[in-house]
């Protein structure tokens, strides 16, 4: 069991740029959440997959944000014209079995706009 | 809506200390659940422990115990005999029970220093 990976795990980007990143969560998990993280701050939800079908989008997630779970493995978290306020790191966790078990983590992509 | 509230952000403790992590949450559901994250400076959000609201059988893994108190929507993480690999921050989560409510609910973390 390899656990959630994500990548790249650092982006440096200029403002107004695209950006995308990957999650690939644990294989047997159904559900995929992606999060952000600012410095100091906890985890804020940004959106929630359970197989393909995207079920909850926050109210932080803009239009500039698109998330896909096209075969309900892998993840993409797309960012347009990116900002220097969508500095953070990006976290996505999965989770198999009952709804509202533990989540498991990846280790996050930490993307810095310039 | 949910909150969670970690009011202090910092505690620093010599090691072989003992030392207790506040989390106060608020829901207006009556089914919900609660986590521990633990998250080293490597970055990745390591589980701790999950307990729901109909449980409030306080837990002990180790040095770690948990004291969930429904009266006041508590739910405290105290580390004994803390040691230097201790050293994270650490956060508690909500989750409310619901065909839409799958997202969790960070407080804003506690950085513990464990000093030798």
């Known amino acids: 069991d390899t656990g959630v990976s994500q990548n790249p795990r650092h982006k440096i980007t200029k403002r107004g740029q695209n950006v995308t990143f990957r999650c690939d969560p644990i294989s047997e998990h159904n559900r995929l959440y992606w999060y952000r993280q600012t410095l100091g701050q906890g985890p804020e939800f940004l959106t929630y997959?359970?197989?393909?079908?995207?079920?909850?989008k926050s109210r932080l997630l803009s239009d500039r944000f698109s998330a896909e779970r096209p075969k309900g493995s892998f993840s993409t978290l797309e960012i347009q014209r990116t900002e220097q306020g969508d500095s953070a790191m990006y976290l996505c966790?999965?989770?198999?079995?009952?709804?509202?078990?533990?989540?498991?983590f990846g280790q996050g992509t930490r993307l810095t706009v310039v | 809506a949910q909150k969670v509230t970690q009011a202090q952000t910092e505690i620093s403790v010599v090691e072989k200390e003992d030392v207790t992590l506040d989390c106060v949450y608020e829901t207006r559901d009556t089914t919900y659940y609660l986590f521990w994250y633990k998250q080293p400076p490597s970055g990745e959000l390591v589980f701790l422990i999950r307990?729901?609201?109909?449980?409030?059988q306080n837990e002990i893994s180790g040095r770690y115990s948990w004291n969930f108190q429904k009266s006041t929507s508590s739910f405290n993480f105290t580390i004994t005999a803390s040691q230097v690999v201790d050293s994270a921050v650490y956060f508690c989560a909500l989750s409310e029970v619901g065909v839409n409510n799958n997202d969790m609910r960070f407080g804003a973390g506690t950085r513990l220093t464990v000093k030798p």
């Open positions: 307990r729901n609201s109909f449980d409030e």
């Open positions: 966790a999965s989770s198999g079995g009952t709804l509202n078990t533990e989540a498991f």
């Open positions: 997959f359970q197989n393909e079908a995207q079920l909850e």
